[in-house]
């Protein structure tokens, strides 16, 4: 190869690593953060304030968001404040949601620190987890709880095993992925993965959803969060097309050159 070759293949490495760190810097500058929250500096005893986006929880569960507390107990994750959610006597749950458009193939990331009381391990769904139709709540693409057994479950899918690491009265970084149209979601906790069934591998025809945590079951169930973030990451696809095009011009001066 000449001297002056090495340098156009020298530039365009450079060029396409180049659009590799662009993509990347995209996926967190580029609003692909739905939502996250440290609840530092909201007010106690109100519901939160996202630090980015928006929480919600219109017309799902009944239906406040839940409160930002310092209380000493459990304490923090970090900082002085985190976020908890209860289901009283009654039928008030609490939840906390991002909302977003979905398309096949999207991927999908929630992370968070996570605070499952000891007295919520022998009922039945105290909290669930999962990615559900903004307009038909019931359709969901992931709902996943633990039963009265301990046993995990997937809203129609039956029982599945859960992460192993799972452990009651300390809090835990609990991170959930998936990929739309996928028949199964990972689920993390402390570092310990497991294969979570998908309930739905197709989208309804509107395609927004809300990815959330909520309290349910009996009553006076209550788990805390800290630190979600991000709610969901939606990466940019790569470019194949920009990438073959460059390709495509650089061996073409390069075959233009030799001939
Ligand atoms: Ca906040
Ligand atoms: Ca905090």
Excluded: C
């Amino acid at each position: 190869m000449s001297r002056r070759n090495s340098v156009l293949f020298g530039l365009l490495a450079a060029m396409l690593a180049s659009a590799n760190d662009a993509r990347a810097t995209m996926v967190s500058l580029n609003g692909s953060t739905i939502a996250s929250d440290n609840f530092e500096g909201d007010t106690v005893g109100a519901p939160p304030v996202a630090d980015v986006g928006v929480w919600s929880n219109v017309n799902f569960v009944n239906r406040t968001i839940g409160e930002v507390t310092n209380a000493a107990l459990p304490g923090a994750s970090s900082g002085s404040q985190y976020f908890s959610l209860f289901k009283d006597g009654s039928s008030v749950y609490q939840g906390i949601f991002a909302e977003m458009s979905l398309a096949s193939s999207d991927l999908i990331h929630f992370e968070s620190m996570v605070y499952i009381p000891l007295n919520t391990a022998a009922e039945n769904f105290p909290w669930q987890i999962g990615i559900a139709s903004v307009a038909s709540p019931g359709s969901r693409l992931i709902n996943i709880w633990r039963n009265a057994s301990g046993l995990w479950e997937a809203q129609g899918m039956g029982a599945f095993a859960g992460p192993a690491s799972l452990l009651f009265d300390t809090w835990q970084k609990w991170e959930l992925d998936f990929v739309v149209g996928a028949s199964a979601a990972t689920l993390t906790i402390n570092g310990v993965s497991a294969s979570v069934p998908a309930t739905n591998t197709t989208l309804n025809t509107n395609p927004a959803y809300r990815l959330g945590v909520w309290t349910n079951g009996p009553a006076d169930n209550q788990i805390y969060l800290d630190n979600i973030t991000p709610v969901v990451e939606v990466p940019a696809v790569p470019e194949p097309s920009t990438a073959a095009l460059l390709l495509t011009f650089a061996a073409a001066f390069v075959f233009g050159r030799r001939r």
